[in-house]
């Protein structure tokens, strides 16, 4: 298993960062993602514990499971289901504030499905293209959220 962190600290207020990165859908169109679409809303909250989320990059389909839901704070979810296929040790957003800028640390811990050495091989890239992907989705969502900082939040 292979663990990643990201961190991106985001000219917006935390509150707007997080109803950004809660809001699944929304993700398409950002950089590297073609699709992104709600399978089962949460729980007590639409994007909360219990959603089922799935996203499709340049380089994958991933189904994800919202485990962890503390506006503004923190996400936590774990991939179900990918092509291709991953073991995922789950995954925590964590959003701190600083004045009217967030620091975001996106965790994950990951490793790809393949016998010895092609899956030791594998989950580098993996990794190398996991870490590439988010710093280039949190760079397109804080162009996002500078685009619509007059928009009213919700969470």
Do not use: C
Request: charge should be positive.
């Amino acid at each position: 298993m292979k663990r990643v962190v990201v961190r991106r600290t985001l000219h917006a207020p935390i509150e707007r960062v997080f109803a950004a990165l809660s809001a699944y859908e929304d993700y398409a169109g950002l950089s590297g993602v073609r699709g992104a679409r709600v399978l089962r809303y949460g729980r007590s909250r639409r994007a909360g514990v219990g959603a089922i989320r799935e996203m499709s990059t340049t380089m994958a389909v991933f189904r994800e499971q919202i485990t962890g839901y503390f506006p503004p704070y923190r996400l936590d979810y774990r991939i179900i289901g990918s092509q291709p296929r991953l073991d995922h040790g789950g995954a925590s957003v964590q959003l701190e504030e600083l004045g009217a800028r967030t620091r975001v640390t996106w965790t994950t811990n990951l490793s790809v499905r393949l016998p010895a050495l092609l899956g030791t091989v594998g989950t580098g890239i993996a990794a190398w293209q996991t870490r590439r992907g988010l710093r280039s989705l949190l760079a397109a969502l804080e162009d996002r959220l500078a685009a619509t900082a007059a928009t009213p939040v919700t969470l």
